[in-house]
């Protein structure tokens, strides 16, 4: 019953806008189908010896702790970034806050299997202060929207289900953010996909 409710857009702080529902379902499964095409995802290792407990692939730029390089942890060239990932982000940015011409450069996709989270962190290896675009597929998460001060409160916790867009920008680009846990089995089974994927843009400014 729920599921079937409209969710409004909300603006969970100053320049984060969540558009819930903004992907239709054929395009969601275009979007998987095209994250499955995209090869060498990796749990990325943290200088701390932590490891990351998503799988993750990069497009355009390799995103490594803490920077951006030419070439993945392997050595190999980085998978490029496609122009209509470019478009689905210029429409949904623009449709979240009305800010034309993005240019995004950089996409990390990110897999979280049921037990997968990402602990609160910034976005701030990026050389630009361009909005992040993120979409979100597959099972549903809580997605916990902090300030840019410190990982501790105030936050919102906000649930990101598939399809939905989130976009953070202006004064809270640099807001602690992350996934204290995904709810597994959330999908749409007709989706075909077992987990949560997460692919946020970036423009890197290198
Ligand atoms: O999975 C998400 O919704 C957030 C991912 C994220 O914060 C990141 O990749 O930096
Ligand atoms: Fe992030």
Partial sequence: ???????????????AVHLPDWLGFDEQREFVTACRGWSGYRHTRLPN?????VKSVCLGWHWYPYGYSRT??????????????????????????????????VALVNFYDATAKMGLHQDKDERSLAPVVSFSLGDACVFRFGN???????????????????????????????????????ADPALGLTGRLNITLRVSGL
């Fill in 1 to 15: 019953m729920d599921a079937l409710l409209p969710r409004p857009r909300a603006e969970i702080a100053p320049g």
């Fill in 148 to 186: 840019t001060e410190t990982r501790g409160r105030p936050y919102t916790d906000v649930e990101l289900r598939s399809g939905d867009v989130f976009v953070f920008g202006g004064p809270s680009r640099l807001a602690y953010h992350g996934v204290p846990k995904t709810l597994p089995g959330t």
């Fill in 49 to 53: 010896g932590g490891v990351m407990s």
């Fill in 72 to 105: 993945t942890g392997e050595g190999t060239p980085v998978l490029p970034f496609p122009d209509w990932l470019g478009d689905l982000g210029r429409r949904a940015l623009a449709a979240a806050t009305g800010e034309e011409g993005y240019e995004p450069d």
